[in-house]
T-cell receptor, first 113, second 113 residues
Protein backbone atom coordinates (compact mmCIF):
# COMPACT_ATOMS: atom_id res chain seq x y z
CA UNK A 1 0.00 0.00 0.00
CA UNK A 2 1.15 3.51 -0.68
CA UNK A 3 1.83 5.61 2.38
CA UNK A 4 0.40 8.96 3.34
CA UNK A 5 1.22 11.58 0.75
CA UNK A 6 1.36 15.32 1.25
CA UNK A 7 1.60 18.07 -1.32
CA UNK A 8 3.38 20.29 -1.78
CA UNK A 9 6.53 19.28 0.08
CA UNK A 10 7.84 22.83 0.28
CA UNK A 11 6.07 26.15 0.19
CA UNK A 12 7.20 29.74 0.53
CA UNK A 13 4.61 32.44 1.15
CA UNK A 14 4.59 36.02 2.35
CA UNK A 15 2.75 37.46 5.32
CA UNK A 16 -0.92 38.05 4.72
CA UNK A 17 -1.27 35.39 2.05
CA UNK A 18 -3.22 32.21 2.45
CA UNK A 19 -2.13 28.65 1.79
CA UNK A 20 -3.74 25.26 1.23
CA UNK A 21 -2.00 22.00 2.03
CA UNK A 22 -3.19 18.62 0.85
CA UNK A 23 -3.04 15.16 2.37
CA UNK A 24 -3.97 11.80 0.87
CA UNK A 25 -4.31 9.05 3.47
CA UNK A 26 -3.38 5.41 3.12
CA UNK A 27 -5.99 3.58 1.08
CA UNK A 28 -8.87 2.49 3.32
CA UNK A 29 -8.04 4.91 6.12
CA UNK A 30 -10.85 7.28 6.99
CA UNK A 31 -9.31 9.29 9.82
CA UNK A 32 -6.92 12.12 9.01
CA UNK A 33 -5.12 14.24 11.60
CA UNK A 34 -2.97 17.33 11.17
CA UNK A 35 -0.07 18.48 13.34
CA UNK A 36 2.19 21.51 13.36
CA UNK A 37 5.84 20.99 14.24
CA UNK A 38 8.09 23.90 15.23
CA UNK A 39 11.41 23.98 17.10
CA UNK A 40 9.89 26.05 19.90
CA UNK A 41 6.50 24.43 20.44
CA UNK A 42 7.23 20.92 19.25
CA UNK A 43 4.40 18.86 17.80
CA UNK A 44 0.97 20.33 18.28
CA UNK A 45 -2.37 18.88 17.24
CA UNK A 46 -4.41 20.95 14.80
CA UNK A 47 -7.50 18.88 14.00
CA UNK A 48 -8.81 15.43 13.15
CA UNK A 49 -11.38 14.40 10.56
CA UNK A 50 -13.32 11.20 10.15
CA UNK A 51 -15.81 10.61 7.35
CA UNK A 52 -15.81 14.31 6.44
CA UNK A 53 -16.56 15.38 10.04
CA UNK A 54 -14.20 17.23 12.32
CA UNK A 55 -14.09 15.25 15.56
CA UNK A 56 -11.53 17.27 17.47
CA UNK A 57 -9.70 20.54 17.18
CA UNK A 58 -6.57 21.83 18.84
CA UNK A 59 -5.92 25.27 20.29
CA UNK A 60 -5.20 27.19 17.13
CA UNK A 61 -6.79 30.42 15.92
CA UNK A 62 -9.63 30.38 13.43
CA UNK A 63 -7.17 31.20 10.64
CA UNK A 64 -6.42 27.49 10.61
CA UNK A 65 -9.15 25.41 9.04
CA UNK A 66 -9.52 22.07 7.39
CA UNK A 67 -11.85 19.79 5.58
CA UNK A 68 -12.12 16.23 4.41
CA UNK A 69 -13.58 14.97 1.19
CA UNK A 70 -15.65 11.86 0.52
CA UNK A 71 -12.54 10.00 -0.68
CA UNK A 72 -10.90 10.77 2.72
CA UNK A 73 -8.40 13.19 1.22
CA UNK A 74 -7.96 16.21 3.46
CA UNK A 75 -6.89 19.80 3.06
CA UNK A 76 -5.89 22.37 5.60
CA UNK A 77 -5.98 26.07 4.97
CA UNK A 78 -4.20 28.89 6.74
CA UNK A 79 -5.42 32.38 5.99
CA UNK A 80 -3.64 35.68 6.65
CA UNK A 81 -0.30 34.03 7.17
CA UNK A 82 1.98 35.20 9.98
CA UNK A 83 5.71 34.70 10.39
CA UNK A 84 4.98 32.34 13.27
CA UNK A 85 3.10 29.98 10.98
CA UNK A 86 6.42 28.83 9.50
CA UNK A 87 6.55 25.18 10.40
CA UNK A 88 6.51 21.60 9.24
CA UNK A 89 2.89 20.50 8.82
CA UNK A 90 2.38 16.79 9.25
CA UNK A 91 -0.63 14.76 8.24
CA UNK A 92 -1.40 11.31 9.64
CA UNK A 93 -4.04 8.72 8.84
CA UNK A 94 -5.51 5.86 10.90
CA UNK A 95 -7.29 2.65 9.96
CA UNK A 96 -11.09 2.70 10.30
CA UNK A 97 -11.48 0.34 13.25
CA UNK A 98 -9.52 -1.29 16.02
CA UNK A 99 -6.00 -0.05 15.59
CA UNK A 100 -5.36 3.46 16.89
CA UNK A 101 -1.98 3.99 15.32
CA UNK A 102 -1.45 7.08 13.23
CA UNK A 103 0.77 6.79 10.17
CA UNK A 104 2.47 9.97 9.10
CA UNK A 105 3.22 11.55 5.78
CA UNK A 106 6.51 13.27 4.91
CA UNK A 107 5.19 16.72 5.80
CA UNK A 108 4.95 20.08 4.11
CA UNK A 109 7.58 22.64 5.03
CA UNK A 110 5.93 26.08 5.04
CA UNK A 111 8.10 29.18 5.18
CA UNK A 112 6.43 32.55 5.68
CA UNK A 113 8.53 35.59 4.74
CA UNK B 1 -5.77 16.54 29.33
CA UNK B 2 -2.78 14.36 28.63
CA UNK B 3 0.84 15.35 29.08
CA UNK B 4 4.01 13.58 27.98
CA UNK B 5 7.47 14.33 29.35
CA UNK B 6 10.79 13.25 27.90
CA UNK B 7 13.50 14.32 30.33
CA UNK B 8 16.49 13.54 28.09
CA UNK B 9 16.90 16.11 25.30
CA UNK B 10 19.90 14.21 23.93
CA UNK B 11 21.37 10.74 24.29
CA UNK B 12 24.28 8.98 22.66
CA UNK B 13 25.17 5.32 22.31
CA UNK B 14 27.96 3.29 20.77
CA UNK B 15 27.09 1.13 17.82
CA UNK B 16 26.00 -2.37 18.94
CA UNK B 17 25.32 -1.18 22.48
CA UNK B 18 21.98 -0.77 24.25
CA UNK B 19 20.30 2.51 25.11
CA UNK B 20 17.13 3.37 27.02
CA UNK B 21 15.06 6.48 26.36
CA UNK B 22 12.79 7.69 29.14
CA UNK B 23 9.21 8.90 28.96
CA UNK B 24 6.61 9.69 31.59
CA UNK B 25 3.01 10.62 30.94
CA UNK B 26 -0.07 11.76 32.74
CA UNK B 27 -3.65 11.01 31.85
CA UNK B 28 -6.99 10.76 33.60
CA UNK B 29 -8.27 8.15 31.15
CA UNK B 30 -8.30 4.46 31.86
CA UNK B 31 -8.11 3.41 28.21
CA UNK B 32 -5.25 4.88 26.24
CA UNK B 33 -2.40 4.03 23.92
CA UNK B 34 1.28 4.87 24.02
CA UNK B 35 3.68 5.14 21.11
CA UNK B 36 7.27 5.75 20.25
CA UNK B 37 7.91 7.45 16.93
CA UNK B 38 11.24 8.06 15.23
CA UNK B 39 11.97 11.10 13.07
CA UNK B 40 15.25 10.90 11.13
CA UNK B 41 16.76 13.99 9.50
CA UNK B 42 14.64 13.22 6.44
CA UNK B 43 11.79 14.21 8.84
CA UNK B 44 9.33 11.42 8.02
CA UNK B 45 7.76 10.34 11.31
CA UNK B 46 8.00 6.56 11.59
CA UNK B 47 6.19 4.37 14.12
CA UNK B 48 8.64 2.38 16.25
CA UNK B 49 6.40 0.63 18.74
CA UNK B 50 2.89 0.74 20.19
CA UNK B 51 1.52 -0.24 23.61
CA UNK B 52 -2.10 -0.59 24.67
CA UNK B 53 -2.52 0.49 28.28
CA UNK B 54 -4.79 -2.41 29.19
CA UNK B 55 -2.14 -4.92 28.18
CA UNK B 56 0.34 -5.76 30.92
CA UNK B 57 2.81 -7.40 28.57
CA UNK B 58 5.50 -5.07 27.29
CA UNK B 59 5.52 -4.57 23.52
CA UNK B 60 8.50 -5.72 21.49
CA UNK B 61 9.46 -5.11 17.87
CA UNK B 62 12.73 -6.74 16.89
CA UNK B 63 15.51 -4.70 18.60
CA UNK B 64 13.02 -2.30 20.16
CA UNK B 65 11.19 -2.99 23.39
CA UNK B 66 9.38 -0.97 26.01
CA UNK B 67 9.20 -1.03 29.77
CA UNK B 68 5.62 -0.02 30.56
CA UNK B 69 5.03 0.77 34.21
CA UNK B 70 1.37 1.76 34.38
CA UNK B 71 1.24 2.70 38.05
CA UNK B 72 4.28 4.92 37.68
CA UNK B 73 3.03 6.24 34.32
CA UNK B 74 6.35 5.43 32.76
CA UNK B 75 6.99 4.20 29.22
CA UNK B 76 10.66 3.81 28.35
CA UNK B 77 12.10 2.58 25.05
CA UNK B 78 15.04 0.21 24.92
CA UNK B 79 17.05 -0.11 21.73
CA UNK B 80 19.32 -3.15 21.63
CA UNK B 81 22.27 -3.65 19.29
CA UNK B 82 22.12 -0.01 18.21
CA UNK B 83 22.78 0.69 14.55
CA UNK B 84 23.85 3.85 12.76
CA UNK B 85 20.41 3.99 11.15
CA UNK B 86 18.82 4.34 14.58
CA UNK B 87 20.14 7.90 14.85
CA UNK B 88 17.10 10.16 14.92
CA UNK B 89 14.81 12.22 17.11
CA UNK B 90 12.56 9.93 19.15
CA UNK B 91 9.16 11.07 20.30
CA UNK B 92 7.01 9.48 22.95
CA UNK B 93 3.28 10.03 22.45
CA UNK B 94 -0.01 9.16 24.08
CA UNK B 95 -3.49 8.90 22.65
CA UNK B 96 -6.72 8.87 24.60
CA UNK B 97 -10.34 9.01 23.55
CA UNK B 98 -10.08 12.37 21.80
CA UNK B 99 -8.33 11.02 18.69
CA UNK B 100 -5.26 13.22 19.07
CA UNK B 101 -1.68 12.33 19.82
CA UNK B 102 0.06 14.26 22.58
CA UNK B 103 3.82 14.28 22.04
CA UNK B 104 6.80 14.81 24.28
CA UNK B 105 9.54 17.24 23.28
CA UNK B 106 11.70 14.46 21.88
CA UNK B 107 15.09 12.89 22.54
CA UNK B 108 17.83 13.26 19.96
CA UNK B 109 19.72 9.98 19.72
CA UNK B 110 23.23 9.92 18.32
CA UNK B 111 24.84 6.59 17.42
CA UNK B 112 28.63 6.61 17.45
CA UNK B 113 30.54 4.17 15.22
Amino acid sequence: KAGVTQTPRYLIKTRGQQVTLSCSPISGHRSVSWYQQTPGQGLQFLFEYFSETQRNKGNFPGRFSGRQFSNSRSEMNVSTLELGDSALYLCASSPPTGEDTQYFGPGTRLTVL
Amino acid sequence: AQTVTQSQPEMSVQEAETVTLSCTYDTSESDYYLFWYKQPPSRQMILVIRQEAYKQQNATENRFSVNFQKAAKSFSLKISDSQLGDAAMYFCASRGSNYKLTFGKGTLLTVNP
